[in-house]
């Protein structure tokens, strides 16, 4: 199993609420196993973002226990073998493409001529080889974005998590990017990825989580997405429908 959560529940504080405690998610329980590509769709404002977080060991749960590969997150022999691309990716502005992923490469492990070879062939495969010499301040969104993809999977990461990896695309982009997602799942890679775009969960998911107000209200299998299209799924779940 890749990712284990048992219970999990999650307080925030805010500002707005005068400081009282607020539950951002609630008793959430969820395995997804090796070689998975599981999707999370829900609302802005259902959990996905604190999710991720807390399965990256960024933040860390009030109740419940998270394992990621059989472990606690954070651990640092876990960390190297699991990628993440952020929503909005920043990365050093005085760097070109081919740097910043020569750098990223060497934090997970590679070394060489490895290196050299992973970061020329991900470049071609996100369309960004033009363009591995210009500094990343005149990169556009949609350019940031690929690059994003490109250092998520350098290196064959084992657990690859995504937070709306197709926003900022236009249409060749995202199929690029979905192609690139799909082949590094046959490759062996586990994905656990959100999106609001849901054609694309669709296309690449083998397993989707509705997310609503902190609470994982349904896991729809491979078998009931074939029957049903998602949206429809997605807007009976959470009671739209």
Do not use: W
């Amino acid at each position: 199993m890749h990712i284990e959560l048992l219970s999990l529940t999650k307080y925030y504080k805010t500002k707005e609420l005068g400081f009282k405690k607020f539950r951002a998610l609630n008793n959430i329980s969820l395995s997804v196993e090796k070689g998975e590509s599981f999707g999370l769709i829900g609302l802005n404002g259902a959990g996905k973002s604190t999710l991720i977080k807390l399965i990256l060991g960024v933040i860390f749960p009030d109740e419940g226990e998270i394992k990621v590969m059989g472990k606690m997150p954070g651990d640092i022999h876990i960390k190297r073998r699991i990628s993440y691309l952020p929503e909005n990716p920043v990365f050093y502005e005085s760097l070109n493409g081919e740097e910043i992923l020569c750098f990223i490469g060497k934090l997970r492990g590679l070394s060489g001529k490895v290196i050299k070879d992973s970061v020329y062939n991900i470049l071609e495969r996100v369309d960004l080889y033009e363009h591995r010499k210009k500094l990343l301040r005149k990169y556009s969104r949609g350019m940031l974005q690929r690059l994003g993809l490109a250092q998520a999977f350098i290196g064959n990461p084992e657990l690859v998590i995504l937070d709306e990896p197709l926003s900022g695309l236009d249409p060749l982009g995202r199929k690029m990017a979905r192609d690139l997602i799909i082949e590094a799942n046959r490759e062996g890679s586990t994905i656990f990825f959100t999106s609001h775009i849901l054609e694309d969960i669709e296309k690449i998911c083998t397993r989707v989580g509705i997310l609503h107000k902190g609470e994982l209200l349904r896991v729809a299998e491979k078998e009931e997405l074939r029957r049903a299209p998602l949206e429809d799924i997605f807007l009976e779940t959470i009671g739209e429908k």
